[in-house]
């Protein structure tokens, strides 16, 4: 039997939330998006996105979400200033001792702020007719109704009063991040222990700002640096930003964490393999209030919670984004793989209510198979971190130092390298045959290409 479709509740105004609410617009008449924050007007960064300050990426997989959802939004952001380009051809990447070829790739990106970003994209959202904001209301316990067995509404506290109010809904989707209390709720209700896998990476960030300058890095809209596993911990993410600003993050795992005064923070940038970025921050006073110039960030773990795994899951409530699996953020896959969850739950709720929860998270489950693996199995390569090493490992670790290798001078290959990095083609696509033997050979190279990556000027590919 068809379930109403009056009211949805989104718990969580963040990116993950954002495109939730986006999705239910399709198919219900009011959404509701719950935020505890005070974000209509929220132009900076705020407390609920604690990493929010931090380089984030917006891979070509959630750019193309976000310009089908909302076409005119990458047009306007250029305009706002944020750099736009080819993930290749116009960033660049220092990864297993060279750099990537440079060369354009087809695969379009953007560089923005995330605090910038989420304003635009909750702007486009909140123009949507169906869609209202409760702002500054803290969501709590789901209304569960024991004789149906299903969530039928929210309720919710008024930060400010204190005061208490139920909302009903036919559909509650818990968007609430790494700290949401679903585990809880369903155990409460009677549906069992939530299994969840986690592998500790202990990272740290740091952050500061520069002014963008004519001719830094190449001429490119950004880098990404990362010293080689096992032997290095250490990275650096170097984004273009409106405001014509470098924002520039340091990173650390398993506990190597960047210093947070200024000069410890250069010479950590010192200490990368290529001194392309250290040479850039040198002499370069940070943009940020002159006492505290450079924030910081911990993040102790990727984790993935297996709502797939209960037996039964209660209808009209859904769970997505970090609430159900959240990765090592050097790999820059979050936001890209919320989108993609909103946009499985827009086609979920479009082939109709039956077994809807079952649907939903079988496709979450497909989205975060490859990001999970590409953001564990780099982790793993560190002996100290913990956790069963799937079968094959050493192997695809081998064939995929090549394959980082081969793509500093094989566009064929550095296109499909990103592809998959970019959630766009799954992990095997990097070992179809074709592909394979231009890996095991080091690289073919295309016409005009040189032996060796150059970040200097573009590569013409025929």
């Known amino acids: ?34 935020e505890r924050d005070e974000i209509a007007q929220c132009t900076e960064h705020r407390k609920g996105v604690p990493q929010g300050q931090h380089a984030h990426g917006l891979l070509p997989s959630g750019y193309r979400v976000l310009s089908d959802y909302f076409p005119q939004m990458m047009d306007e952001l250029a305009a706002e200033g944020a750099p736009r380009g080819d993930l290749t051809g116009d960033f660049l990447w220092y990864q297993y001792g060279g750099w990537k070829l440079r060369v354009d790739s087809g695969l379009d990106g953007i560089l923005v ?20 904001l409760l702002e500054g209301h803290d969501g709590g316990e789901p209304v569960f109704d024991l004789l149906s067995r299903r969530v039928t509404g929210l309720r919710v506290i008024d930060r400010a009063t204190g005061k208490k109010k139920r909302l009903e ?10 700290g949401s209390p679903s585990p809880k709720w369903l155990a409460l209700w009677g549906f069992g222990l939530v299994e ?5 990476i202990e ?3 740091a952050t500061a700002t520069f002014e963008r300058r004519p001719g830094d890095l190449f001429g490119a809209i950004g880098a ?4 080689t596993a096992p032997q290095s911990t250490r990275y650096a993410a170097t984004l273009g930003a409106e405001g014509n600003r470098w924002i520039v993050t340091l990173a650390g795992c398993l506990r190597d964490y960047p210093p947070t005064d200024l000069a410890g923070w250069r010479d950590f940038a010192k200490s990368l393999p290529t001194p392309d970025l250290y040479n850039m921050v040198s002499d370069r006073e940070p943009l940020g209030p002159p006492d505290n110039p450079i924030a910081s960030y911990r993040f102790p773990a990727n984790r993935h919670v297996h709502y797939e795994r209960l037996k039964e899951f209660p209808p009209g409530y859904l769970v997505m984004g970090d609430a159900v699996c959240s990765f090592n953020p050097i790999y820059g896959q ?7 969850e909103a946009r499985a739950l827009d086609q979920c709720l479009a082939a109709g209510d039956a077994r809807l929860a079952s649907r939903f998270f079988r496709e979450v489950t497909r989205i975060v198979a490859g990001p999970w693996a590409i953001a564990t199995g780099e982790d793993y390569r560190y002996p100290a971190v913990e ?15 090549r394959a980082h290798r081969a793509a500093t001078r094989d566009p064929v290959v550095l296109r499909r390298f990103f592809e998959v990095a970019s959630l766009l083609a799954p992990p095997p696509a990097l070992m179809t045959p074709t592909i394979a033997w231009r890996v095991l050979l080091g690289g073919v190279g295309g016409k005009g290409a040189p032996s060796t990556a150059s970040p200097v000027r573009k590569v013409a590919v025929a």
């Open 224 to 227: 990404v640096i990362a010293g």
């Open 387 to 401: 956790g069963r090493r799937p079968p094959g490992f050493a192997v695809i670790s081998r064939y995929m130092a």
């Open 1 to 34: 039997m068809a379930t109403a479709r009056r009211h949805a509740i989104v718990l969580g105004g963040s990116m993950a939330g954002l495109g939730a609410a986006r999705a239910l617009a399709n198919h219900f008449e009011r959404v509701t998006l719950v």
């Open 169 to 178: 809904a036919d559909l509650v989707v818990d968007a609430l991040g790494r």
């Open 113 to 132: 702020s995330r605090p910038h970003l989420e304003r635009k994209v909750r702007d486009n959202v909140l123009a949507l007719p169906r869609i209202s």
């Open 203 to 205: 990272l740290g960030y």
């Open 334 to 340: 979050g936001m890209s793989v919320a989108l993609a």
């Open 196 to 200: 969840e896998t986690t592998v500790p």
